[in-house]
């Protein structure tokens, strides 16, 4: 009769060839999808070093920025300029804008007379100042001390 064994694979047995070559391509299904994620993440990486990157040079640019601004309003203040001072305000606050330029028009940045106190060097001030960014970057606040004596220092009186 027949010698030949006849079963389908609804039966449950498969052939050891089509073992092999299923087992090949879910080996190399995972290879691919390593490799795909392994290839995200060195974008991933790359972008967020490009990034923090491009946020520190953009940093360092607006350190430099806010110097030369408060170096060109200290210009202008020492010399009374008004055209230097319009140079770097922006006016986005009118009141602001034109109490500045009456200011330096009239000299009195520094004069504190009415509260009874004298600038002492009115006009040497930090070459860097301390200063505090806003989040939004469109703002800075700058710090530095300055000198003054008292009415009873002037006069000679301790």
Known sequence: MNDFDWETEEEGKLSPHLLKST??????RVVAVAAILIMLLVAAVAVTWRLKN????QAKQVEVDIISAYRIWKEAVSQSDRELLNSIIVGEDPRWTATQRQLIETGLIFERQG???DA????????????????????AELFFTHEYRTGTE???AD
């Not at 087992?23 to 190399?28: C, D, E, F, I, Q």
């Open 120 to 139: 002492i060097a009115p006009y040497s001030l930090p070459e860097n100042p301390v200063y505090e960014l806003q989040d939004n970057w469109r703002s």
């Open 54 to 57: 491009q946020a520190e040079i």
């Open 115 to 117: 509260f009874g106190l």
């Open 154 to 156: 002037m006069l000679g």
């Open 23 to 28: 087992a090949a391509h879910r080996r190399g």
